[in-house]
């Protein structure tokens, strides 16, 4: 394609693109929220209409392509077709569509009103648990290391603990802060909502190798596992003419399960699929398990991704506002979890406008395949919020749409969030060998450096978290600055001979 036909192909997109984003839409206000909706669209709208070479045809000739403008679309469209018109303006205007600078400072502003202010350094999220109350000094080696935002799984254990909790955390840093003079940062307390997230029951205890009664059941591959559509069901290990049988704990998650519908339990730590599906209870045949003999666990998480479980199970229960209503002083930022409809953020901020004046960030965790499908949907409505963020919730998320999808969905999920200015959290498995055994894999390193383009990175437990912390925060800061990069980078220790 040489220059005037690639112009005259721009400025089409262009006219064709504005009339699709606009679709007849009269007297629109210019504010933020707008702008960043206007870009939504236009980085949607462009997405199905550009010809799938056209990125090379840009390259060729010396343009960046066009997705690397997707916080300012239209505004780095309009730029191209300047260039290979010699033109100084366009009909788009700067008042219409985002320009980079603007973009830029607008992201940036939502972060620091979502999380709180940092100097320059990268907020990084920690999940607490129950048995860091045994050691208290926990909180401040957190604090010390550089975590700004505390969360606590409203999933597990209840409302006794999580207070316990954050009162223990803000004991810690007051010490904290009065040791660093000048230093009045308050970490931030977030809490995902429990959600619609499906478990299995209570097993029979039985003895283990240590002759302890513990409830568990073993499986492996070729077995068959039945389990009841009860949440009353106490689950029993296999005999010689049954098959091991469990509970969950939403039973009516399973009204739409069919034969040969994938099942992964375990955060997929076994697969298999419904090979039975009676009024009772569905059987599944075990395919694949990381080991040879896996353990289930009561509360044991059970994913069924091709079931359509959102059909059947409110995403915001009665119990996750009642939460609300119990924590919405101590906390500053809400996750839903499994979210899946645009009304599912706007029950939560219901619920908070009328518990309190205070602003509370509200996160849309994208952690199911109705989600993705709806993302744009939940992003425009979330962009309705005073603070509003998205957390990309990896675990739960690849076992939904799949290993094959889900690299192209999470850096999906990353472009349209910087279309629509709106900041990011990087969920799960991050630096999760050095979280546990302070040494970090390679693959570790990579995904870590992958995440410091979110706004925020989540840690897991382990008792080497704060050196997890430590370490993101020193490879953000060789991000950051572009001098220190080139002195420390591979370039520099090379010699060329010419």
């Given at each position: 394609m040489n220059q005037d036909k690639l112009k005259e192909y721009l400025i089409k997109l262009r006219e064709n693109a504005q009339t699709m984003i606009f679709n007849n839409s009269k007297n629109i206000v210019y504010n933020s929220?707008?702008?960043?909706?206007?870009?939504l669209r236009a980085f949607s709208v462009l997405q199905k209409m550009v010809d799938p070479n056209l990125n090379n045809i840009l390259l060729e000739k010396a343009f960046l392509p066009l997705s690397n403008g997707s916080p300012h679309i239209m505004y780095t469209l309009n730029k191209i077709i300047n260039h290979l018109s010699k033109e100084e303006s366009t009909p788009c205007s700067n008042k219409v569509f985002i320009d980079v600078n603007t973009a830029k400072s607008l992201k940036e502003e939502r972060s620091d009103k979502l999380f709180g202010k940092t100097q320059n350094k990268k907020h990084i999220m920690v999940s607490l648990d129950r048995s860091m109350l045994e050691t208290p000094e926990t909180f401040t080696h957190l604090l010390q290391a550089?975590?700004?935002?505390a969360r606590i799984n409203c999933a597990h254990d209840n409302l006794t603990v999580w207070k316990k909790m954050i009162q223990t955390l803000r004991k810690a840093e007051e010490k904290h802060n009065a040791r660093c003079a000048g230093d009045d940062s308050k970490c931030k307390i977030f809490i995902d909502l429990p959600g619609p997230k499906i478990r299995i029951g209570s097993i029979t205890p039985s003895k283990n190798k240590k002759g302890k009664k513990e409830s568990y059941i073993k499986i492996k591959k070729n077995d068959i596992l039945r389990i009841y559509k009860n949440d009353k069901y106490i689950g029993i290990p296999k005999t010689d003419t049954e098959p091991a049988s469990v509970g969950v704990t939403l039973p009516k998650a399973l009204r739409n399960v069919r034969i040969n519908d994938r099942v992964y339990i375990d955060d997929g730590k076994i697969f298999g699929k419904v090979v039975l599906n009676t009024e009772e209870y569905i059987e599944i045949e075990i395919f694949l398990t990381r080991k040879k003999e896996e353990t289930i666990y009561p509360e044991n998480g059970i994913n069924f991704p091709d079931s359509l479980v959102h059909l059947n199970v409110s995403t915001v229960s009665e119990s996750d506002l009642s939460i609300l209503k119990?924590?919405?002083?101590?906390?500053?930022l809400v996750g839903i979890s499994y979210i899946n409809h645009p009304k599912d953020i706007q029950m939560v901020k219901q619920q908070l406008e009328l518990l309190t004046d205070e602003k509370k960030g509200i996160i849309a965790k994208i952690e199911t395949k109705n989600a993705i499908?709806?993302?744009?949907k939940i992003i425009m409505e979330g962009l309705n919020c005073s603070l509003f963020g998205v957390m990309i919730a990896r675990g739960d998320l690849v076992i939904e749409i799949g290993l094959e999808q889900f690299l192209s969905a999470q850096e999906g999920i990353l472009e349209i969030c910087n279309a629509a200015h709106t900041p990011v959290i990087w969920a799960t498995g991050v630096l999760e060998n050095m979280n546990k055994k302070?040494?970090?894999s390679i693959t570790e390193l990579t995904d870590a450096q992958a995440g410091l383009r979110a706004d925020c990175i989540m840690l897991n437990k382990g008792p080497y978290v704060p050196n997890s912390i430590e370490f993101l925060q020193k490879l953000n800061e060789i991000n950051q600055d572009p001098q220190f990069h080139l002195r420390n980078s591979l370039v520099s220790f090379v010699q060329f001979d010419f």
């Open positions: 929220t707008n702008q960043s909706k206007i870009n550089g975590m700004t935002i119990s924590m919405y002083k101590d906390i500053d499908l709806s993302l744009s302070n040494i970090p």
